[in-house]
């Protein structure tokens, strides 16, 4: 019997801890940690709600994916070029009561009338794209920060949203809206399809602008130094104008989707969602000071916060429990990303 | 001892079913609902939710909880991850009487009861209960006690009223049975000011303070909801109005919902009277909805609670019912 090399065990262990710790520093390091983190709570919570794994509810959190992926898509572009866009709930929420007082069977601008979804849909994007102008406009030609400018955009819009509702109804919001503009933010039936298509391509092709135009690169070349840009020859004005237009056009998007699905045009869609846009794209990794950011790292931040948003739903805890749960999952994710990027630093 | 497969297949499944049986009993007999609010801004809501709670657990049920912040599109995912969840029945207070419409459709078509606590959905095709305090009716009583009241103290009157959010329709049926009864009186009562708090507590404070500027012999005020108190003691308070009963001065005072404060006023004096919501009895009546609608039986889509009217004559007797004295007795003991 011979004696056991432990030296060689030794090194074969600490091998092991090493490949263990360069494999911790390649996920940490990776562009898919997110998405790690997610299918790992996923796994974690599995077994405690194991409706989480149902094929409803998989469908349930893709479907309510779809419209936050647009917005926040949206968003990631403006984040780019080191900007914020805090108009984006009353966006939702303007477009939403001006498109259903033109569709409305109660006494809509268009009821009745072929033209009416079409004009609906036309006033979603016309508005939210108007909008966007309004915002990049401010902020390269007066020169004003973004976060001012947007927040006077999102107050002024949100109450003109309320006023243009009671102008036009005794009610709250305005129903009665066309079955086929329903349709298209229907989850149930054939409707998902429409909504989840509309999501898949803005993801595409905002995925594709920013990573294989000129376009593009000029929104990152200006995030990262918008002087340095600008001597390069960059439009730096228009760049930024554009990335706030594309915002308002997503977000005008998204509006369509969420007014579908409630079958309402309501003037307070969307006015709590503004931290779900932010934070989606942020805990994907798109940074809130320009020049980095991609969209599919926003697909996952989006992907992230609608699970624990599902999997705390399935839970059905006290809104005490839900908010500690939800603020230590996310501060989970930010001390990773955090770590991450400090790992990246020093290499 | 050797087990061959046959056995240990056998053994395996007599301890699955063993296991599962005390899983299937539960099923059986407990229900579980959920209870989804769109927020507990208010005294109202926290203590409905509390008794809720106090009430499902007394019946053996399990209670789920979600809070939409106020946001229709996160309420109906809520709905659905409920339904996912199997529970049977929907306890629901939603945001918006028409986007509430395709929760209901959902539930209709997962075939869970589904009952709204204090707002109804709009008209649809879709079914579901409606559990709502008779608002216009509450408000008349109330408005008549202080109509009274004030022909017993003679004189004449300038009526001021808050009025709540005009697309809420429990606001407009209190409006409603406000000007009811005003309008018969109006040898008496002259309605001055109407103002439109949208529910918001600093807009009452503002519009009532322009109010009382403008006619500052305002003296008889009826607010939507006892939540506009403090706001409304205050504005009285620097124009020098807040008087108690029998005082000289005092401004005829009508509340309504029946919260802590309500009392507290009453007690005091400084109330008149209050249109209470019965809180306890709507629990019970959408509990009872849920009951009849696992029972097969379809009731009717709108189920409404008379409510009461308490005023200093009857406190005493009828302050038991009213559920912000059973929280003013929890922290006064």
Excluded at chain 1, 41 to 52: E, G, K, M, R, T
Excluded at chain 1, 182 to 187: E, L, N, P
């Amino acid at each position: 019997m011979t004696e056991p090399d432990v030296s060689a065990t030794r090194r074969e262990g600490t091998g092991g801890l090493l490949r263990l710790r360069h494999g911790a520093v390649d996920l940490l390091g990776s562009e898919y940690l997110v998405l790690v983190l997610t299918i790992l709570y996923f796994l974690v919570l599995w077994p405690i709600v194991p409706a989480i794994a149902a094929p409803a509810t998989l469908l349930d959190i893709i479907a309510y994916m779809g419209p936050l992926l647009v917005v926040a898509i949206g968003q990631t572009f403006v984040l780019i070029v080191a900007g914020i866009d805090l108009s984006a709930p009353s966006v939702l929420a303007i477009t939403a009561v001006v498109a259903a007082s033109i569709m409305t069977a109660d006494n809509g601008y268009l009821a009745n009338t072929p033209f009416a979804v079409p004009g609906g849909l036309l006033s979603f994007l016309v508005i939210g794209g108007a909008i966007g102008w309004l915002n990049g406009a401010a902020v390269t030609a007066l020169k004003m920060p973004p976060f001012i400018v947007t927040l006077s955009t999102m107050m002024f819009f949100s109450g003109a949203a309320i006023w243009y509702t009671a102008a036009h109804t005794d009610a709250t919001s305005i129903g009665d809206l066309p079955p086929a503009f329903i349709a298209i933010g229907q989850t149930e039936s054939g409707g998902g399809v429409i909504a989840l298509s509309i999501a898949a391509v803005v993801t595409v092709l905002g995925h594709l602008t920013l990573s294989r135009t000129v376009f593009g690169r000029w929104l990152y070349a200006i995030g990262a130094n918008p002087v340095a840009a600008e001597i390069s020859g960059v439009p730096v004005r228009r760049a930024v104008t554009w990335a706030f237009v594309i915002s308002g056009f997503c977000t005008a998007i998204a509006s369509i989707l969420y007014t579908g699905r409630l079958e309402t045009g309501s003037p307070v869609l969307g006015q709590r969602i503004l931290l779900d846009i932010i934070g989606a794209a942020v805990i994907g990794g798109v940074s809130l000071f320009g020049g980095k950011g991609k969209v599919i790292w926003t697909l996952f931040g989006v992907l992230f916060l609608s699970v624990i948003d599902k999997s705390l739903q399935l839970l059905g805890l006290s809104q005490f429990w839900v908010l500690v749960i939800k603020g230590c999952v996310i501060l989970a994710a930010a001390i990773a990303d955090a770590t991450r990027h400090r790992l990246l630093t020093r290499q | 001892m050797l087990i061959n497969r046959r056995d240990f297949t056998l053994a395996s499944l007599l301890a699955a079913g063993t296991v599962g049986l005390p899983v299937f009993a539960r099923s059986e007999g407990a229900k579980t609902i959920a209870l989804l609010f769109d927020s507990l801004e208010s005294p109202f809501w926290v203590s409905g939710l509390e008794i809720m709670r106090a009430k499902a657990k007394a019946a053996g049920w399990t209670s789920l909880e979600a809070i939409s912040d106020t946001d229709d599109a996160k309420q109906f995912e809520q709905v659905k991850s409920m339904l996912s969840r199997k529970v049977d029945g929907i306890l629901i207070i939603q945001t918006d009487s028409k986007a509430v419409i395709p929760a209901i459709r959902a539930a209709n078509a997962a075939g869970v009861p589904m009952v709204h606590f204090n707002r109804p959905p709009a008209e649809s095709d879709a079914y579901s209960v409606a559990i709502q305090a008779d608002n216009r009716k509450i408000m008349q009583n109330t408005v008549q006690y202080l109509v009274d009241e004030a022909r017993r103290l003679g004189g004449k009157y300038k009526a001021c009223i808050l009025i709540g959010n005009l697309g809420d329709v429990n606001a407009i049926q209190r409006r409603d049975g406000f000007f009811d009864v005003v309008n018969q009186h109006k040898d008496i009562i002259d309605v001055v000011a109407r103002i439109s708090t949208e529910w918001n507590a600093d807009k009452a404070f503002a519009d009532l303070t322009n109010a009382i500027q403008a006619n500052p012999d305002i003296n008889f005020l009826q607010t939507s909801s006892d939540f506009l108190h403090p706001q409304i003691e205050q504005v009285l308070k620097s124009a020098n109005k807040w008087r108690k009963r029998g005082e000289e001065g005092h401004v005829i005072f009508g509340g309504f919902d029946g919260d802590e404060g309500g009392y507290q006023r009453l007690l005091d004096g400084y109330l008149d009277a209050d249109g209470v919501q019965n809180l306890f009895l709507e629990v019970d009546m959408a509990f009872q909805a849920f009951e009849d609608l696992w029972a097969g039986k379809k009731p009717d889509k709108l189920l409404l609670d008379p409510g009461f009217v308490i005023s200093h004559e009857n406190m005493n007797e009828k302050r038991d019912q009213m559920w912000g004295y059973v929280v003013w007795k929890k922290k006064n003991g």
